[in-house]
């Protein structure tokens, strides 16, 4: 399985982003995805998950602010960020678990004040 992410860049403080995910090498319906982020000097942190059933669950520092979708038939994983803020800038990464878990390469989020 390869998780490929993209969608990051440079974004004005209020704007919005969208991120996507796709999954690749297998037809394997993932128990869970989600979003990660690493900020420089911090440890990797949840953004967002998605069950299998459609359940989400995003930290209090987004919720209200990103949407986490999938796309089964798209073996795709999304995720819309508005009202970004300067404390949201760090490399953002998608995780699918399956018994094992494979996580994407990362994508640049930088948000300037």
């Known amino acids: 399985v390869q998780l490929q992410a993209f969608g990051g860049g440079l974004v004005q403080a209020g704007g919005s982003l969208r991120l996507s995910c796709v999954a690749s090498g297998s037809n394997l319906t993932f128990r869970y995805m989600g979003w990660y982020r690493q900020a420089p000097g911090k440890e990797r942190e949840l953004v967002a998950g998605?069950?299998?059933?459609?359940?989400?669950n995003y930290p209090d520092s987004v919720k209200g602010r990103f949407t986490i979708v999938r796309d089964r038939a798209k073996n795709s994983l999304y995720l819309q960020m508005n009202s970004l803020k300067p404390e949201d800038t760090a490399v953002y990464y998608c995780?699918?678990?399956?018994?094992?878990?494979?996580w994407g390469r990362g994508t640049l989020v930088t948000v300037s004040s």
């Open positions: 998605i069950s299998a059933g459609g359940s989400t």
């Open positions: 995780r699918a678990d399956s018994g094992w878990t494979w």
